[in-house]
């Protein structure tokens, strides 16, 4: 999946247009819960280094929350990464240059997208009405 493919699956699948917060990074892209603001995808062109890769040039990823629980299986995936600038034990890094099936980056979205949307409370028994 390219980052063109992703922004597409992500407009259709969740309905959601990326904002531009970085004044400096025009083309780093973020998609976010409108409730709560949390974001669920931040697209971005780094270098393959940061990546730890020995290539020259720059690829475009994606960053997404995961588990800690899936984190390991997550890194055995071709093309994902510890996550480039953001908490490694929350988050992963998936290139979108065509390395990393569809279904895995599909999957890491919609584990991302449920870990930040609004979390649904339960009313407690205090806060019942009084008649």
Request: aromatic share 10%; hydrophobic share 35%; no cysteine.
């Amino acid at each position: 999946m390219t980052r063109e493919e992703f922004l597409q699956y992500v407009r259709e699948t969740y309905g959601r247009e990326p904002d531009f917060p970085f004044e400096d990074l025009h083309e780093t892209a973020v998609f976010r819960h409108p409730e709560n603001r949390k974001w669920f995808a931040l697209v971005m062109t780094v270098g393959y280094s940061r990546l730890g890769l020995p290539h020259e040039g720059t690829v475009d990823i994606v960053n997404l929350k995961t588990a800690p629980e899936l984190l390991h299986d997550m890194w055995q995936q071709e093309g994902v990464h510890p996550a480039y600038h953001m908490n490694r034990s929350h988050w992963i890094s998936i290139r979108l240059d065509n390395t990393a099936s569809d279904d895995i980056i599909r999957f890491a979205l919609d584990v991302s997208y449920d870990l930040t949307k609004p979390k649904i409370r339960k009313k407690s028994k205090n806060s019942s009405e009084t008649p």
